[in-house]
């Protein structure tokens, strides 16, 4: 604006004066406008920043400003901050330190990391950033803070564990070496300096070669570089010559390491030598065992089992010695397995070394032998060694004079001895241990076997005719014993004759079988069992092949007929969709073995999560509503939880999958009425159910219901098609949550359902929220997808699905590939990543992806199908996973999930923001 020496006056100067007051005014609106612009800049860049920061007088050292994010960092308060310092948020220990730095000349950008002292005291390391500004006037300094705590922690445990294992090294009992690819010593532990008898300094940083010289014609330089060369481990065992022609033998292990190879050697010359010595005696003890002329045996002390026999002992027995060796003492020694175990005893506590026995030989004959036992220990265990003396004509005689006095009071058998009309004149102990009968009580009276009868076909008749012809009467004997108690003996009735021909006495010998008879009945349940089970796993695979093939004929054969020139649309539509249930139906039955191979072999893991039961039954209602109105059934909800009940901690996916096999076989089994089902929570435990008014389940089968195989057995479950392995899934599922499933069933009226698990109360707060972010919708022309994928087939069906809509697809045969092209083409929108792939797999190419497009949304798409595949994946920095076979509606829904691609239109934005938290 010009100023003049004389103001103007009359109408000009008015005008110019009202003009020049609306151009202050409207100066004044423009600078309120940016004032109010940077305002708002400040409060999305400051007081809205998810990065903590904090604003302090450099002078008064008050904290003047701090943003949400801090807030919820500190747990202080707003208004707290506004009364604090920046010392109150430092330890103690560290204000010192603190107060040298503010007043040192410190990098005005960066302050370094810093230890800060949480509102709950918690101390936490931060990566402070800092720099000068003008606040409110005074100088001030705005700090940007990172809470690396997790990052000091796990470097404190780095170091820990690396000392760890360097002190656990340094301190084996055995050599420790590692030799790098360059054949210099790396690292050599105390042990092996003592094995190689040398200094540190004489081995590390110096070549293998230099300090065993001549050393490339030995064993160990070549086990060395075999697996310097091959990266495997190698084994070996041999004699070390060192320089000074002494010998020593060692057992090393070689093992690949990152630096080269680890030498694990342990010093065996002490067993070498024990073992030559054990050879010496082997070769005296043979020649004193074997060539001896006595009868010789060596017994395990405590089985019995004969471990040696020398040749005289096969001569006489008539078995060969490796015979001998695999039999044991009681399949040649007559007295009783029982007795046995006794005599060993003996033996080994020294009370006894002297028996007689009577022994069998191979042809069936006894001979009386004379024994002589002693314990001896080899290699810390027992053995009886017994020398054996036919002393059969010598037990002849006696035995003749001793009948009654030794083999019949010393029998481990019940012995009864009556007179010609069975009355009883003798018993021996083991008879009254065997009935409980006193010989008093027993003696005079006629045993109940010889007691007379009027049938002639009855036991007793037999007996007495077998008797008096001279012949044995052996069988089978229920009796009771004094006590009440029964038991079973098997009884041998022997006649004695006089010297004129005439009966004189009979003897009864009474032999426990009771043990024997219990053992019968378990073998033949156990036979009819296994009888059973066989029955079933027949049927199982018949089943099997049943549900295999069926949609594998569909599917061939509906395939065959697509290929027909002469078909028309809606034949080929019919067919197509013959094809995809039989895939369904296939899919369904393999699924099934799996899952109860899984069960099976004990691999399946709980994979517990937090969700809502209400909405899950919720979830299934939705889901099963429109199968039960096409067969029109009622279908419902019985019962919900109450809301503080309803957010649980559970495997959620074994849940669903018990909930879905009985809401199906439910809607199966069901021709007309209803299906319901609920929870209801009882005694802290979950109690779910499914009821139908179906068929029911007959009473003989209800108990076996959820057995393995036991379904493809019964023909009414023939009616409907499927595995019949879902009821032994869910007892599985059950089962491994800590509950169990039982069923209530009126044949021809309806069953219901019952499985429980424990209920885990979580906080509705802690359930993962959907994530949010501002998108903004806009036509595009094409979304570029990238497919990682070895398989042909596969990507023609993927290619055949979306290559009709405006989708570019770009291909990658293995990780490596996908890695680099995703760096080439910085457009694509999203990855479809196979696993199993050659050159790089895609759990590696997916972590690589992740260091230079972390917000790029990468799906796995394999044929792994098991729960740990699908964590595996997401671990490995996928967004979601599908298994094969895909679905046309699993590929678009992933493509609009994602990409918020629907129809060619495409919405920008981060495809993470954008997808489903993982739970």
Not at 320 to 344: C, D, H, T, Y
Request: glycine share 6%; charged share 25%; with cysteine.
């Amino acid at each position: 604006m010009k100023i003049h020496d004389e103001p103007e006056t009359g109408h000009n100067s008015e005008d110019k004066t009202a003009e020049c007051n609306c151009h202050h005014a409207s100066q004044k609106a423009e600078l309120q406008s940016e004032l109010f612009e940077i305002r708002e800049k400040y409060n999305r860049l400051f007081l809205g920043n998810p990065q903590p920061m904090l604003i302090y007088d450099i002078e008064t050292l008050a904290i003047k400003e701090v943003n949400q994010a801090a807030v919820d960092l500190y747990g202080y308060s707003y208004p707290e901050f506004m009364l604090m310092t920046i010392m109150n948020i430092r330890p103690k220990s560290e204000i010192p330190k603190l107060n040298s730095h503010l007043q040192g000349k410190c990098h005005p950008k960066s302050a370094g990391i810093w230890q800060h002292v949480k509102k709950n005291g918690n101390v936490i390391y931060v990566k402070v950033i800092s720099h000068d500004i003008v606040h409110n006037g005074r100088p001030s300094r705005h700090v940007m803070l990172n809470d690396v705590t997790k990052i000091k922690q796990a470097q404190k445990s780095l170091i820990v564990s690396e000392q760890r294992i360097r002190s656990v090294l340094d301190n084996m009992l055995e050599g420790c070496q590692i030799i790098g690819f360059d054949w210099k010593y790396k690292y050599i532990n105390q042990t092996a300096l003592e094995h190689c008898r040398g200094k540190r300094s004489d081995f590390i940083g110096r070549l293998f070669t230099d300090c065993w010289p001549g050393s490339t014609s030995t064993k160990i330089y070549s086990a060395v570089k075999r697996c310097m060369e091959g990266r495997k481990p190698v084994k070996l065992e041999g004699q070390f010559i060192y320089p000074d022609r002494s010998r020593a033998w060692f057992s090393c292990s070689i093992q690949p390491v990152p630096e080269g190879v680890f030498i694990l050697s342990v010093d065996i010359s002490d067993r070498k030598l024990m073992e030559k010595s054990l050879i010496s005696s082997e070769e005296k003890f043979r020649t004193l065992f074997d060539n001896h002329s006595a009868i010789k045996l060596i017994i395990e002390a405590e089985t019995g089992n004969i471990t040696e026999a020398n040749p005289a002992a096969a001569i006489f027995y008539g078995w060969s010695r490796q015979e001998l060796q695999s039999m044991n003492i009681n399949q040649i020694n007559s007295i009783g397995a029982e007795n046995m175990v006794q005599l060993l005893d003996t033996v080994r506590k020294n009370l006894k070394n002297n028996f007689n026995f009577k022994h069998r030989r191979k042809d069936g004959t006894t001979c009386d032998v004379e024994v002589f036992s002693s314990k001896i220990t080899i290699s810390g265990k027992e053995y009886i060694h017994s020398i054996v003396q036919d002393v059969s004509a010598k037990m002849k005689a006696e035995k003749q004079v001793s009948l009654l006095s030794k083999s019949i009071e010393h029998s481990p058998v019940g012995i009864i001895i009556t007179d010609p009309e069975g009355c009883v004149e003798f018993c021996n102990n083991s008879f009254t241990q065997l009935t409980g009968y006193q010989p008093a009580e027993v003696i005079g009276v006629i045993s109940s076997l010889l007691r007379p009868s009027r049938d002639q076909k009855s036991r007793h008749h037999k007996i007495w005719k077998a008797v008096r012809l001279g012949n044995i009467w052996k069988g089978e004997f229920c009796d009771w014993k004094k006590n009440g108690e029964q038991y079973w003996t098997y009884v041998s009735i022997s006649p004695m004759f006089g010297s004129h021909g005439s009966l004189e006495h009979l003897i009864m010998v009474f032999e426990d079988i009771s043990d024997h008879k219990k053992m019968l009945a378990q073998l033949i349940e156990s036979k009819l069992k296994a009888e059973e089970s066989d029955k079933l796993k027949t049927a199982f695979l018949a089943n099997m092949s049943h549900e295999i093939r069926t949609p594998m004929n569909g599917i061939l054969g509906f395939m065959d007929l697509l290929q027909q020139s002469d078909i028309t649309g809606s034949e080929r539509e019919e067919y197509i969709s013959y094809v995809k249930l039989s895939g369904e139906r296939l899919l369904n039955t393999i699924n099934d073995i799996i899952h109860i191979s899984k069960i099976e072999s004990g691999i399946t893991t709980l994979n517990e999560t937090t969700f809502s039961i209400n909405s899950l039954l919720n979830e299934h209602l939705k889901f099963f509503l429109p199968e039960a109105e096409t067969k029109k059934l009622g279908l419902s909800v019985s019962s919900r939880l109450n809301e503080e009940d309803d957010i649980v901690i559970a495997d959620r996916q074994k849940i669903e999958s018990i909930l879905t096999n009985l809401i199906k076989n439910a809607l199966k089994f069901t021709a007309t009425g209803s299906v319901t089902f609920g929870c209801i929570l009882h005694n802290n435990i979950l109690r779910f159910s499914v009821s139908d008014t179906g068929a029911g389940i007959p009473a003989d089968k209800v108990v076996k219901i959820f057995d393995r195989f036991v379904q493809a057995e019964y023909n009414f479950a023939r009616t409907y098609e499927g595995s019949g392995l879902g009821l032994a899934i869910s007892k599985g599922y059950a089962e491994m949550m800590g509950g169990n499933i039982i069923v209530r069933s009126d044949h021809g009226k309806g069953s219901v359902f019952t499985f429980t698990i424990p209920h885990v109360r979580a906080n509705a707060a802690i359930i993962p929220a959907q994530k949010s972010a501002k998108i903004e919708t806009v036509r595009s022309e094409t979304l570029q997808v990238l497919v990682a994928e070895d398989d042909d087939v596969s990507f023609t069906y993927l290619h055949a699905l979306i290559s009709k809509h405006k989708i570019k697809l770009l291909r990658a045969n293995n990780g490596a590939e996908a890695v680099q092209m995703c760096k080439d083409n910085p457009s694509v929108a999203l990855i479809f990543m196979d696993i199993k792939m050659p050159v790089m797999d895609g759990y590696e190419a997916t972590r690589r992806i992740r260091e230079f497009h972390p917000d790029l949304p990468v799906i796995a798409l394999t044929a792994f199908a098991l729960s740990n595949d699908r964590i595996k994946a997401l671990d490995a920095g996928c967004d979601d996973y599908i298994s094969k076979p895909v679905r046309k509606e699993m590929v678009f829904e992933i493509l609009e999930r994602f990409t918020l691609w629907n129809n060619d239109v495409v919405v920008v934005g981060t495809g993470r923001d954008l997808s489903i938290t993982k739970q």
